[in-house]
C-alpha cells in the first residue's frame, strides 16, 4: 500500500524561486521502507516530480531509517510537497537508475558529470563549471549560455607576523589555495556534489596552512551553485595571525562601462544599484531611455540615440573600476568606491547590517555572490575590483583584511597555577579548568556556506534580492513533527500539546526559554567569526551581563546539552526560528569546540572565556549525539564530515585521562590500552553515540561490534551504571565486567547519555543491558533506604534534581508505575533552584547608564538550567504527560474578540 507523507516548506511560505534546488533528510518507521527505490516525490497536484534520493541510516533490520531526498531547481516551487513509499518491487518512475523520464514525468534538466585526468565538468543544464584536480583554482571555469561568467576560483589568505600596537611595522604574506585532491561524491541525476581539498600555500616559498575543504553542490536546472567551505586552523598562534580570509573570482568583462553593473545588498532588502560608469544625474541628460535601461540593468540604446551633449563626452565621466563593502561588526557596515588604485576612495554610504551579497554583470551575463550569515559572522568583506577592465575580480573576504588580525592567543599568563592542585585552587574562583598549553586553537575549525550565481544578463534588482533572500535562508522542505514522531526517531519526544493548562504552562515557559535566548543572541552580540552560534553560560546579576570574563562562566560550549534542547524543541514544534538557532550552534559547536586534527582530534573543549581556552578536552563536547539532528533533517555532507572523524575516538583515552586531576587512584593509573579508565556516564554516552550513528550510517562492524559489546558489558557489571568507571580494552572495544565499585556523578546523564540510552533500548534487545539502564532510573532519585535496600549503600552525587526528574519518568512509563511517575514530577517540580519559581520567567528590562544599550534580564537563568529543563520537561510530557498535576491556578476566560 503506497504511503503518503506531506512536507512542509520550514520558513511557511514556499520561495518565490527554487533556483538552487533543495536537499532534505526524512526518516521511515522500522521495517516499512526496503531502500531508497521505494520512494517518490508528488507535488500538491498529485504529479510524480524528479528527485534524487539515497540513504543516510538503516535501523538493525536493514530497513531504510533515513534517506537524503534531493530536488532540482524551478521558478515555481509547489507550495507543498509530499514523499510517496511504495511496496518493495514497484517500480519507481523517478528512480535515479532509470535512463530517461518514465511515463507521466515531465523531462526536466538533469545534472551531468564528465570526469578526465585533468578535471571534473558538470552541468545543470544552465550553468556549466570546470574543476581542475590540480593548482590553484577550486574551478577554471563557470559558464552560462556558453559564456564564461567567473573564472579562476580559489581561495586567497593573509599571514601577518606579528600585532604590532604603537610604532613599528609588520608584514603580511600572501596566501592561495593549493588543491590536492577532487571527489564527486554525488554525480546525479538531480544533484551532484564535488568535494575539493587542499591547503594554503604561500604566494612566495613553499609554506602551506590552514587545510581546508570545499564543496561545490549542483542541481537539475539550477542557475546557481552552493559552496560549503570549510578550514582548519593550523598555525601557531603565538606567531602566525591571520589577516585575510577570503574567495576570489576573475569576472570576464566585455560591455561597455555604461553597460556593467554593480549591484550590492546593503540592509533590510537594500541595494546599491549602479554602472561602472554612470550616466544619471550629469550636468546634460543623455536621455529618458537611456537612463532607464541602465538603473533596470538592460542594454541601453546605441549612442546614436543619446544626446550628442553626454554621448560624446563620455571619456569625461569617471568610471568607477573598485568597490568594497566591509562589516567589521555586527552593527555597520561601510560602502566605498574608487576610480583606480592609486586614488582616493570616495564614501558610498553605511548601514548596519548588509546581506553578504554583490554582483558585477554585463549585456553578456554576470555573477553574483551571496555568504550566509555574513553580519552574524563578522568581520566580513565584499571586494569588486577591476570592473573598467576585461577581467575584473570579486573576493568574498570571510575574514576581512581590514579588521584588526585575528589574535588567537591565550587570554592570560596562567596565573601561576602550574600544579593540579594550583588549578583546581582556580577552578574553585573563577570555574577556569587551567594547564599551561592547552588553551591552544591549533586544530579547530570553522565553516562558511556561499552561493554562486550564474547570470546571462543583469538581472532585476528585484530577482537580485530574491537570490540575496535565499543565499542567506535556503528554502528547506521537512516532515511534520507529527510525521517525525511516528517515525520512531530520537527517542522520547513528542509533538507540542496543549491541550490542559498544565500542559500549556509548560509550553510556555519553554517558548520563554528559547526566546530569551534568541533575545540574549542579539541583545549581547553573540557574533562573530568564532562565536556565532554558541550561547554564554552563566549570568552576573551585579553587573547585568554574562559572566563573558569569569574562566569557566562564559562560553558555553554544549555544557549540560543546550543543543539537544534545541533540537528537540524543533523536533516538536516544527518552528523555523528555532531550527535555525539550532544550526548555527551546531555549525559552531562541532567545528569551533572541537578539535579536527593534532594530539586532541575528536575531542572537544569545556566552556571557557575562549572557546579553546578549558584543558578539559573531552567527548562529552564532540559527541554526535549533538550534531547527528542536523545531519538526518538535512543531509548535510560536512556534518557527516565531523561524525566520521570521530570514529575512532576511543583513541583519545590512551592520549589523554578526561579525569586526570580528579582521579582517586591518580598515584598509580596510568593509561594501559589493555584497561584504559573510561567513564560510563559522559565518556561512554559519547562513544556510544558515536557507534551508533556510524553503524546506522555505514554498517560499519567495528562500531556494531563496540556498540553492542560495551552495552552487554555495562549490563554484566553488578552495579551496572552506577559503577560509574570501567577498564576498557581499546583493541578489543570491550569492557572488563568484573569490578565490582559505586561511583555516581550528577553529570552522567546530562550530556546525551539519557537520550542515547533510550533509543538503544528500543533497537536492539539487550535485557541486561535495558536492567542495569532501568536501576539507574529508579534509584538516582530513590530515597537512601531504598538505595541502601537495593545496592546497600546511599548513592552520593546525587544533584541536578530537576534534570534527574526524567529518568525516573523513563522508568515510571517503562514499569507503568504511577508512584515513579508522581516521583518525577515531584522532582521537577522541587529541583532546578534556579528555574522553580514565577520570576524566573519574568524579564526584567535594564536601561543605560546601568548598561551599554537596554538589556532584558532574567537573573536566575542559565544555560545549565535552561537546557536540562527544556529537556526534562520534553521528555517527562512524552513519558509520563497523563500524570502531570492539574495546574495550580483556573483558566480565565477569554473575552471575545
Known amino acids: 500500500m503506497t504511503q503518503h507523507t506531506p512536507l512542509r516548506w520550514i520558513d511557511g511560505e514556499p520561495p518565490a524561486g527554487l533556483s538552487g534546488g533543495t536537499t532534505w533528510g526524512m526518516p521511515f518507521p522500522r521495517g516499512t521502507v526496503a531502500d531508497t527505490e521505494c ?79 585533468d578535471s571534473v565538468t558538470i552541468s545543470t543544464g544552465t550553468l556549466e563549471m570546470v574543476i581542475p584536480r590540480r593548482g590553484e583554482t577550486l574551478f577554471s571555469e563557470l559558464r552560462r549560455g556558453g559564456n564564461a561568467v567567473a573564472t579562476d576560483a580559489r581561495l586567497v589568505s593573509l599571514l601577518q607576523n606579528g600585532l604590532q600596537e604603537g610604532p613599528g611595522s609588520t608584514t603580511r604574506e600572501a596566501y592561495a589555495s593549493c588543491v590536492s585532491s577532487v571527489t564527486v561524491e554525488q554525480r546525479g541525476p538531480v544533484r551532484a ?38 578550514f582548519i586552523w593550523d598555525g601557531d598562534a603565538e606567531e602566525d ?67 550628442p551633449l553626454v554621448s560624446e563626452r563620455l571619456h569625461l565621466i569617471p568610471r568607477w573600476n573598485d568597490y568594497t563593502l566591509t562589516q567589521l561588526s555586527a552593527d555597520g557596515f561601510e560602502l566605498r568606491k574608487r576610480t583606480a588604485p592609486g586614488h582616493g576612495w570616495v564614501g558610498i554610504s553605511g548601514g548596519t547590517r548588509s546581506a553578504g551579497f554583490c554582483s558585477l554583470s554585463d549585456l553578456r551575463g554576470g555573477f553574483g555572490i551571496g555568504v550566509r550569515n555574513f553580519w552574524q559572522s563578522h ?43 594550583d588549578q583546581l585552587e582556580g577552578l574553585e574562583i573563577t570555574y577556569e579548568d587551567y594547564e599551561p598549553g592547552f588553551g ?51 527517542g522520547d519526544w513528542a509533538p507540542m500539546d496543549r491541550s490542559t493548562q498544565a500542559r500549556a504552562e509548560l509550553e510556555d515557559k519553554l517558548d520563554f526559554l528559547f526566546d530569551f535566548y534568541q533575545g540574549q543572541t542579539e541583545q549581547r552580540r553573540w557574533y562573530g567569526f568564532w562565536n556565532y552560534g554558541d550561547v554564554m553560560h552563566t549570568y552576573d546579576a551585579d553587573r547585568h551581563v554574562w559572566r563573558y570574563d569569569v574562566g569557566g562562566y562564559a562560553w558555553d560550549n ?63 563536547i564532540s559527541t554526535p549525539a549533538y550534531r547527528r539532528f542536523y545531519y538526518y533533517l538535512t543531509a548535510d555532507e560536512r556534518t557527516g564530515d565531523l561524525l566520521t572523524e570521530l570514529v575512532d575516538s576511543d583513541q583519545n583515552f590512551l592520549g589523554l585521562d578526561p579525569v586526570r586531576k580528579v582521579r582517586p587512584d591518580a598515584d598509580t593509573y596510568r593509561p594501559d590500552r589493555g584497561a584504559l579508565g573510561v567513564g560510563l556516564g559522559t565518556d561512554w554516552g559519547s562513544l556510544a553515540a558515536t557507534w551508533l550513528t556510524d553503524w546506522e550510517r555505514t554498517g560499519n562492524p567495528r562500531s556494531r561490534d563496540r556498540l553492542l559489546g560495551t552495552m552487554a558489558d555495562i549490563g554484566a557489571l553488578k552495579y551496572g551504571f552506577l ?46 543491558f535495558e536492567e542495569a539502564w532501568m536501576q539507574y532510573c529508579r534509584l538516582f532519585l530513590a530515597t537512601p533506604e531504598e538505595q541502601i535496600a537495593e545496592v546497600g549503600q546511599p548513592l552520593a552525587g546525587i544533584y541536578l534534581t530537576q534534570a534527574h526528574s526524567r529518568l525516573a519518568a523513563y522508568a515510571a512509563a517503562k514499569l507503568g508505575s504511577p508512584e515513579l511517575a508522581e516521583l518525577a ?26 548598561v551599554l544599550q537596554p538589556v532584558d534580564e532574567a537573573p536566575t537563568v542559565s544555560t545549565n538550567d535552561t537546557a536540562q529543563f527544556g529537556l526534562a520537561v520534553i521528555q517527562n510530557l512524552a513519558l509520563v504527560g497523563q500524570h502531570l498535576p492539574a495546574a495550580a491556578d483556573t483558566p480565565q476566560e477569554v473575552p471575545a474578540s
Not at 570592473?387 to 596565573?415: I, K, N, V
Not at 543543543?563 to 526560528?577: I, K, V
Not at 569546540?593 to 578539559?616: E, K, M, T
Not at 520570576?839 to 526584567?844: D, G, N, V
Open 39 to 117: 520512494l517518490e516525490v508528488r507535488d500538491s497536484s498529485g504529479s510524480t516530480v524528479n528527485a534524487q534520493t539515497w540513504p543516510l541510516a538503516t535501523w538493525p533490520d536493514g530497513s531504510l531509517k533515513w534517506a537524503g531526498i534531493a530536488l532540482g531547481a524551478t521558478e515555481n516551487p509547489a507550495p507543498a510537497y509530499s514523499v510517496s513509499t511504495r511496496p518493495t518491487g514497484t517500480p519507481n518512475p523517478t528512480s535515479t537508475h532509470d535512463a530517461g523520464p518514465a511515463a507521466g514525468v515531465e523531462p526536466s534538466p538533469e545534472v551531468t558529470v564528465t570526469e578526465s585526468a
Open 193 to 230: 556534489v564535488a568535494r575539493i581539498e587542499g591547503q594554503h600555500r604561500a604566494k612566495e616559498g613553499s609554506k602551506e596552512w590552514l587545510p581546508f575543504t570545499a564543496r561545490f553542490y549542483f542541481y537539475a536546472g539550477a542557475r546557481s551553485v552552493r559552496m560549503v567551505h570549510s
Open 241 to 307: 595571525f591571520l589577516a585575510g580570509l577570503g574567495v576570489e573570482f576573475t569576472v570576464p568583462l566585455q560591455s561597455e562601462l555604461h553597460n556593467r553593473h554593480v549591484r550590492i545588498a546593503g540592509a533590510d532588502g537594500g541595494f546599491l544599484v549602479e554602472a561602472v560608469r554612470g550616466v544619471t544625474g550629469l550636468r546634460r541628460d543623455p536621455g529618458e531611455a537611456v537612463r532607464a535601461a541602465q538603473v533596470a540593468g538592460q542594454a541601453t540604446p546605441p549612442l546614436t540615440g543619446w544626446s
Open 379 to 421: 568581520p566580513g568583506q565584499l571586494d569588486i575590483r577591476g570592473a573598467a577592465t576585461t577581467e575584473a575580480t570579486m573576493t568574498a573576504w570571510l575574514y576581512s583584511p581590514e579588521a584588526q588580525p585575528m589574535d588567537l592567543r591565550f587570554y592570560h599568563d596562567g596565573l601561576g597555577q602550574d600544579t593540579f592542585e
Open 440 to 490: 591552544n586553537p591549533t586544530g579547530i575549525a570553522r565553516t562558511h556556506e556561499l552561493t554562486l550565481f550564474a547570470y546571462d544578463a543583469t538581472p532585476s534588482t528585484e530577482s537580485l534580492a530574491a537570490d540575496a533572500q535565499a543565499a542567506s535562508a535556503p528554502p528547506l522542505l521537512q516532515p511534520s513533527p507529527e510525521y517525525l514522531h511516528k517515525a520512531g526517531v530520537f
Open 558 to 620: 554544549s555544557e549540560l546539552s543546550p543543543d539537544l534542547w534545541l533540537w528537540y524543541m524543533y523536533l516538536r514544534t516544527g518552528r523555523a526560528d528555532v531550527f535555525r538557532y539550532a544550526e548555527a550552534m551546531t555549525r559552531h559547536t562541532g567545528e569551533v569546540d572541537v578539535y579536527h586534527l593534532g594530539p586532541w582530534r575528536g575531542l572537544g573543549s569545556r566552556h571557557n572565556v575562549q572557546h579553546w581556552g578549558c584543558s578539559a578536552k573531552q567527548l562529552r
Open 723 to 768: 559503577t560509574g568507571e570501567a577498564l576498557y580494552d581499546l583493541d578489543a572495544g570491550r569492557f572488563d565486567a568484573g569490578r565490582e565499585v559505586i561511583s555516581v556523578s550528577h553529570l552522567s546523564a546530562v550530556f546525551g547519555l539519557v537520550e542515547i540510552c533510550s533509543e538503544l533500548i528500543g533497537l536492539v534487545p539487550d535485557k541486561d
Open 825 to 850: 514530577w515531584e522532582s521537577f517540580a522541587e529541583g532546578g533552584e534556579n528555574l522553580n519559581h514565577a520570576e524566573a520567567f519574568t524579564l526584567k528590562k535594564i536601561r543605560p547608564p546601568h
